[in-house]
């Protein structure tokens, strides 16, 4: 019932209006966004589709090129933090926004919060030692470097030498671009946390940057199953 | 200076342009109707003081009218088109006896590589001749287009012809021509700076001259 | 609960302390950054009008030197005569400019922002933080890409269609950073559209005044509606395309480079894919604009008003399955040429819809010739030339010669310039008394209007009869090719009317300019419409209504029997009206 009435103060328009949805804007606004987002991704991943199925020859094996267990336990990181998403959402809307409290153990918006940017940010970092270490091993966005481990490998004809330019494009533009996502929301998500959980300004009665972020994470975790998905596994 | 579309230099150019005519005619009536019935408004209901607009939101039975008679003539015309597009156009449409020539544009010629007296192209007997297409009158020709570096358009303007030349792709365009004379080819693609000056000469020989042209091209008299 | 949230946002409506800075500047408010855009964007116009000035000397009188040509570096025009890679970077700039930052901000960034909030009734945008930040994006994104005229090699030389691997290539292209700054500036303009769109859908959808319902709505509403939704989508497109376009040029990536297995190809679906609902986004909003203004010109109401929505949908729709037909000669399989052909052709029955529906709004009208007026006929009329020229590349085998001639030239102009060009001097002087409180003036108005009006016809047509004859696009000299040589008389009228029509345009800037000081001062509904923008004093206070009106009827009735005047405003209360249900704010 106090979860009801919390949505209607949230959704309270500031003038009298026509019906809209019965989303408040920035919700609504939110959910436009992806739109939009989800046909940026939807360019980049359709090109790789296309430019995979259109390849002069074998798309070279990722776990030759890349580290999959790292990226994996990246992987579960990144559901980790959507998991502290749910539970910093599910707190501030009961009205739990405090950091811990141990008698009875809980959580509040505070901890679940932070935890989602730690989460966000390990991930970030993991990304970084992948991208720097396999830089290091001589894959490139333009494909092997030559005299470098892939290199060899490419000589060797364990990794195609015909698509490896565009599987170093493709890798790096596309991760890159997800990685690039998540700062995004680990920066906005640490600035909701200083200037508005911490000072206490969300409730039970208004929680929308929570949920609203909330929106954008759940959006970039999905993207990164698919990209997860089609780069490292298939 | 013609007011009319140019010579019809290849078999489907009178199809092509039967086509121009007929959509000529359509759009023509469209625009007739359209331009005259806004002069006439114009006309016959400028505003005069002390009097009212016809109140009116509309009529279902004039917008379904409108609505239908634009959806089947373009239907019609639809498949009107299809059909020459398929016959000139569609992937099986290159005559089996066709001519094989092959062009490799690049910036800023066309390298024309001819068969040589075999016919085959692949052969040892194959020639480059750069910016000049010669072409036997009456006989299918197949152009095997390639291109080395950015996108260029094959264009001969009295063949109706166009096809664009795709790096990392190989595309197949035929024509017939059917008048002998000297015409142009011109690249409609911007390909670089030189662009406007990657043009080519376009000969269309009786096949005796043809032969007689290709007898003494393929000894080396014409390369380049 | 509704009325403390109301009146505490009456509060500070007209209450305007704000700095100059944050008032002109960096302003929140939708109707000053409209005005911001209206600026930025007719100051592009300018840049793209002079681009175009330049091309037509050299195809008029190509190897002369251009009269004050002289003041242009030896790296453009030694001697005033163009240079061959000079004039490419005029072809690529001039649609750039004219397409991303003249026409396209004109409509959405200038009238998406200046009129949704005061047609709906909404004391401003959803979000208009976001809002300023999608000004000044745009702006950012204009000046990067005026910028390439000024890096080493110059401006880029792919054509504003920028078809890869040209594009991709320095080597190739001769361009390096210009070619660089093309994709840096539409990833911005590309996040201003995203970030403006998302603030027009959220307040079109949310923020409506109490009695405007969808159905009431007017047709420039409905189609910014639609138009945002098509930047939306599409743009983010642009943005993944042109991001890995710069990588090409930049790191070495291989998308668009078939040497590596990429595809050439892949560029233009991509760009078409965003390209077609791009050049949707370029004239349904004048199509809504025309039929404001139509209905008003003809003191009746718009015909078929449903029928016209659902037109501007269906049309929106469509436009996302037909962007192959830009490719038809591409090497694209032809069987999807077909369907990319079916799908093209259909677009003409919503078209069609919409210009009968104009003209059935004109019969039995009492047409009152205003300026706007004049302009949004002169709208139909042309759009009827761009749509039926459509036709003819529509159709494959006829595409097969036109393609890439001047009949594609001729058609995008009489679309964009006939267009979305006349509907937009047509709602700059409707809407300008409630921008700036005065009017334009009204003879000059009409001299302006009749000398664009004929030169633009010298300039665009009799490019139809040079494609007819097979003239290609953008070459730098026609001269070159011996069957295009009889037809250098007929390139020499296009230009000189073309330097007319540029000529004329000072009217219209003068105009705009001194009616700012010394027009007449605007009554509150200067055109005696029914739109709830004209409910205020011009010009309109920042914040709008103190409370916001309450509508009662749809936009459009003109001539209504109800009341003895020839316009009924949205707002006005007669005694049979009955008030909105109020919603009651809804739980889940």
């Known amino acids: 019932m106090a979860h009801a009435t919390a949505t209607v103060d949230m959704m309270h328009p500031p003038a009298p209006a026509e019906r809209g949805l019965d989303v408040y804007n920035n919700k609504l606004g939110m959910w436009v966004f992806l739109a939009s987002e989800v046909m940026f991704f939807t360019a980049l991943?359709?090109?790789?589709?296309?430019?995979?199925?259109?390849?002069?020859?074998?798309?070279?094996?990722?776990?030759?090129?890349?580290?999959?267990?790292?990226?994996?336990?990246?992987?579960?990181?990144?559901?980790?933090?959507?998991?502290?998403?749910?539970?910093?959402?599910?707190?501030?809307?009961?009205?739990?926004?405090?950091?811990?409290?141990?008698?009875?153990?809980?959580?509040?918006?505070?901890?679940?919060?932070?935890?989602?940017?730690i989460g966000g940010a390990m991930f970030v970092g993991v990304q970084?030692?992948?991208?720097?270490?396999?830089?290091?091993?001589?894959?490139?966005?333009?494909?092997?470097?030559?005299?470098?481990?892939?290199?060899?490998?490419?000589?060797?004809?364990?990794?195609?030498?015909?698509?490896?330019?565009?599987?170093?494009?493709?890798?790096?533009?596309?991760?890159?671009?997800?990685?690039?996502h998540v700062t995004c929301g680990v920066i906005s998500m640490t600035y909701l946390y200083v200037t508005k959980a911490l000072r206490g300004k969300y409730s039970r009665h208004d929680y929308r940057g929570v949920e609203v972020i909330g929106l954008y994470w759940h959006f970039v975790d999905l993207v990164w199953i698919i990209l997860f998905t089609i780069v490292y596994l298939i | 200076m013609h007011w009319w579309l140019p010579l019809k230099g290849s078999t489907f150019a009178g199809e092509i342009d039967g086509l121009f005519l007929a959509i000529l005619i359509i759009t023509g009536i469209a625009f007739v109707i359209v331009e005259a019935g806004l002069l006439w408004f114009v006309v016959k209901y400028r505003g005069r003081p002390g009097r009212k607009a016809y109140y009116t939101h509309g009529s279902t039975r004039a917008e379904v009218i409108w609505t239908a008679i634009p959806a089947v003539t373009m239907v019609a015309l639809g498949l009107i088109s299809n059909h020459y597009w398929v016959k000139i156009k569609g992937r099986n449409s290159v005559p089996p006896n066709a001519y094989p020539i092959a062009i490799h544009a690049k910036q800023f010629e066309w390298q024309v590589t001819y068969p040589g007296p075999d016919g085959q192209l692949g052969t040892a007997d194959d020639f480059e001749v750069r910016n000049q297409l010669h072409v036997p009158v009456g006989r299918p020709v197949v152009v095997h287009l390639t291109s080395e570096d950015v996108i260029h358009s094959f264009f001969v303007p009295v063949f109706r012809v166009k096809q664009d030349a795709v790096p990392g792709m190989n595309i197949n365009v035929w024509f017939q021509a059917t008048v002998p004379g000297t015409y142009e080819l011109g690249c409609a693609e911007l390909c670089g700076l030189g662009h406007y000056r990657m043009r080519a000469q376009v000969f269309v020989h009786t096949q005796e001259e043809f032969d007689a042209w290709m007898k003494q091209a393929a000894k080396g008299g014409a390369t380049s | 609960m509704t009325t403390v949230a109301a009146t505490s946002h009456v509060a500070h409506a007209h209450h305007d302390d704000r700095s100059f800075l944050r008032k002109y500047i960096f302003s929140t408010d939708h109707k000053i950054i409209g005005i911001q855009f209206l600026f930025v964007s007719l100051f592009f116009l300018l840049v793209g009008g002079l681009l175009a000035m330049q091309m037509r000397w050299q195809l008029g009188f190509p190897g002369k030197p251009m009269?004050?040509?002289?003041?242009?570096?030896?790296?453009?025009?030694?001697?005033?005569?163009?240079?061959?890679?000079?004039?490419?970077?005029?072809?690529?700039?001039?649609?750039?400019?004219?397409?991303?930052?003249?026409?396209?901000?004109?409509?959405?960034?200038?009238?998406?922002?200046?009129?949704?909030?005061?047609?709906?009734?909404?004391?401003?945008?959803?979000?208009?933080?976001?809002?300023?930040?999608?000004?000044?994006?745009?702006?950012?994104a204009g000046l990067i890409m005026l910028a390439g005229f000024f890096v080493p090699d110059g401006a880029p030389r792919a054509g504003w269609t920028s078809y890869a691997p040209l594009s991709a290539r320095p080597d190739l292209s001769g361009a390096s950073y210009g070619q660089m700054l093309w994709c840096v500036s539409l990833?911005?303009?590309?996040?201003?559209?995203?970030?403006?769109?998302?603030?027009?859908?959220?307040?079109?959808?949310?923020?409506?005044?109490?009695?405007?319902?969808?159905?009431?709505?007017?047709?420039?509403?409905?189609?910014?509606?639609?138009?945002?939704?098509?930047?939306?989508?599409?743009?983010?497109?642009?943005?993944?395309?042109?991001?890995?376009?710069?990588?090409?040029?930049?790191?070495?990536?291989?998308?668009?480079?078939?040497?590596?297995?990429?595809?050439?190809?892949?560029?233009?679906?991509?760009?078409?894919?965003?390209?077609?609902?791009?050049?949707?986004?370029?004239?349904?909003?004048?199509?809504?604009?025309?039929?404001?203004?139509?209905?008003?010109?003809s003191r009746k109401p718009i015909f078929g008003y449903h029928s016209m929505v659902f037109a501007i949908v269906a049309i929106a729709f469509l436009g996302w399955i037909v962007w192959g037909h830009h490719m038809f000669m591409s090497g694209m399989n032809p069987t999807l040429g077909s369907s990319f052909m079916v799908s093209t052709l259909i677009i003409a029955v919503p078209s069609a819809i919409k210009t009968f529906n104009w003209m059935g709004t004109m019969w039995r009208g009492n047409l009152r010739f205003?300026?706007?007026?004049?302009?949004?006929?002169?709208?139909?009329?042309?759009?009827?030339?761009?749509?039926?020229?459509?036709?003819?590349?529509?159709?494959?085998?006829?595409?097969?010669?036109?393609?890439?001639?001047?009949?594609?030239?001729?058609?995008l102009h009489y679309v964009l310039f006939g267009g979305s060009l006349f509907a937009l001097f047509g709602a700059i002087t409707y809407w300008y008394p409630k921008m700036f409180g005065k009017l334009m003036s009204e003879p000059w108005g009409k001299v302006h209007f009749w000398l664009t009006f004929v030169f633009y016809n010298l300039v665009f047509f009799p490019m139809h009869t040079l494609g007819m004859a097979g003239h290609m696009r953008r070459i730098y000299d026609p001269t070159q090719y011996d069957f295009l040589k009889p037809y250098q008389p007929l390139n020499e009228f296009i230009s000189i009317s073309a330097f007319a029509l540029f000529a004329v345009q000072a009217i219209f800037a003068l105009n705009f300019i001194l009616s700012l000081k010394w027009g007449k001062k605007a009554p509150q509904n200067p055109w005696e419409d029914n739109g709830l923008e004209w409910s205020l004093p011009a010009p309109a206070p920042h914040g709008n209504w103190e409370t916001v009106p309450t509508v009662y009827r749809g936009p459009y009735e003109f001539s209504s029997p109800q009341v003895p005047e020839d316009y009924l405003p949205q707002y006005r209360k007669l005694p049979t009206d009955r008030e909105p249900a109020r919603t009651p704010v809804a739980g889940h």
């Open chain 3, 67 to 140: 009269p004050g040509g002289g003041i242009l570096p030896d790296t453009m025009a030694p001697g005033g005569v163009l240079l061959p890679e000079y004039y490419i970077q005029l072809v690529t700039m001039h649609g750039t400019f004219m397409v991303f930052f003249a026409i396209m901000p004109l409509l959405v960034g200038v009238y998406a922002n200046f009129l949704i909030p005061l047609k709906i009734g909404a004391h401003d945008m959803a979000f208009p933080r976001i809002n300023m930040a999608s000004f000044w994006s745009a702006l950012l």
């Open chain 1, 128 to 180: 970084a030692y992948e991208y720097t270490h396999l830089v290091h091993h001589g894959f490139l966005p333009s494909g092997a470097r030559e005299g470098s481990e892939v290199a060899e490998l490419v000589a060797s004809g364990v990794v195609p030498a015909a698509t490896i330019g565009l599987y170093g494009s493709t890798f790096y533009t596309m991760t890159g671009f997800h990685g690039f």
């Open chain 1, 45 to 117: 991943i359709g090109s790789y589709i296309i430019l995979r199925f259109g390849a002069p020859g074998p798309w070279a094996p990722p776990a030759k090129v890349l580290n999959v267990p790292v990226t994996a336990f990246n992987t579960f990181l990144l559901i980790c933090s959507s998991v502290t998403m749910v539970k910093a959402y599910a707190a501030v809307a009961d009205g739990e926004t405090h950091f811990l409290r141990f008698r009875p153990f809980s959580g509040g918006l505070k901890f679940w919060m932070l935890a989602t940017i």
């Open chain 3, 187 to 297: 990833v911005f303009l590309g996040l201003s559209s995203i970030l403006g769109s998302l603030n027009y859908i959220t307040t079109i959808i949310n923020n409506r005044a109490p009695g405007m319902t969808w159905f009431r709505m007017p047709l420039s509403v409905w189609s910014l509606f639609i138009t945002a939704i098509l930047g939306l989508l599409a743009l983010p497109v642009l943005s993944g395309a042109v991001i890995m376009l710069l990588f090409d040029q930049t790191i070495g990536t291989h998308f668009f480079d078939p040497v590596a297995g990429g595809q050439a190809l892949l560029w233009q679906h991509l760009f078409w894919f965003f390209g077609h609902p791009e050049v949707y986004i370029l004239i349904l909003p004048a199509m809504g604009m025309v039929s404001d203004i139509i209905s008003n010109g």
């Open chain 3, 370 to 411: 205003h300026v706007p007026m004049l302009n949004a006929v002169a709208f139909v009329a042309m759009f009827v030339i761009g749509g039926l020229s459509g036709i003819y590349m529509a159709a494959t085998p006829v595409d097969m010669f036109i393609h890439d001639t001047y009949f594609i030239v001729a058609h």
